[in-house]
């Protein structure tokens, strides 16, 4: 976790430097154009690149709130969100009725927030 957060630091300080050089670039009496173009194709990359680690963040956080859950609850979340699978089907599956799933469902989510 602390791995991702100072990876996180890092492009966006990296981010912080290459906006600063378009901009000079920019205002500067003969920009290369060329230039320009990657350094803007560099800041997108790292917002990109932001993103994908802030959700890699978030991905964790809750993959581990996830698996301190009750056994019922945990499996009923990987059914319906992992494997897609609607209430009815996973009713069935368990033998209890739609009901029974969502509230099982509500309660598996309500632990969720709470491990957060």
């Known amino acids: ?3 991702v957060r100072k990876s996180v630091e890092q492009l966006l300080n990296m981010r912080s ?5 378009l901009s000079a670039l920019k205002n500067c009496g003969n920009p290369n ?3 320009i173009r990657e350094l803007e194709q560099s800041i997108n990359n790292l917002c990109l690149s932001t993103q994908i680690e802030n959700l ?3 991905q964790l956080k809750y993959s581990k709130a996830i698996t301190k859950l009750p056994e019922l609850e945990r499996q009923i979340i990987l059914d319906k969100y992992q494997k897609g699978l609607t209430l009815k089907q996973i009713a069935s ?3 209890y009725s739609e009901r029974n799933v969502t509230n099982i469902l509500q309660k598996a ?3 969720i927030q709470k491990l957060l």
């Open 1 to 3: 976790m602390m791995r």
């Open 109 to 111: 989510i309500f632990n």
């Open 93 to 95: 599956q368990y033998c």
């Open 56 to 58: 890699m963040n978030i």
């Open 17 to 21: 430097i290459l906006e600063s050089e």
């Open 33 to 35: 154009i060329h230039i």
